[in-house]
């Protein structure tokens, strides 16, 4: 079973990705701000991290930019899920290696198949 961590610091967002994803037999941890979310992933190392962008604290730019630089955490595929839909943020967000980028509000189908598809990539690289 596969480890997902929801980083964002609106508690209804965080509490729907939560009820979809559990659905869906994913274990699921929750971070309401970057740095506590960069903790977790320190602790627990996900399979996968869903990150916002505005967040108090540390935004998800800043925690994007940590995992990526860090070897231990770098391949640990890292979802932005937004309301940004500006170019700006997009750019600098694949320049840093982001898997994917998504824009809040968001289709349950399009999230799943996103997370699907990383997970699923990630299970056929450590079969190799």
Avoid: W
């Avoid at 610091?9 to 559990?22: C, N, P």
């Avoid at 694949?94 to 799943?112: F, M, N, Q, R």
């Amino acid at each position: 079973m596969s480890t997902i961590l929801v980083i964002d610091d609106d508690k209804d967002y965080r509490a729907g990705f939560t009820e979809v994803l559990e659905l869906e037999d994913y274990t699921i941890l929750e971070a309401e701000n970057g740095l506590i979310g960069l903790q977790m992933i320190h602790r627990y190392s996900p399979n996968l991290i869903l990150c916002d962008v505005d967040m108090p604290v540390m935004n998800g730019i800043e925690v994007l930019r940590a995992v990526k630089a860090d070897p231990t955490y770098a391949n640990i595929p890292f979802l932005i899920v937004t309301g940004h839909r500006d170019e700006r943020t997009l750019k600098t967000s694949l320049d840093l290696g982001v898997e994917a980028y998504l824009t809040k509000p968001i289709a349950v189908t399009e999230l799943l198949s996103t997370i699907d598809h990383f997970l699923k990539e990630k299970d056929s690289a450590i079969l190799l």
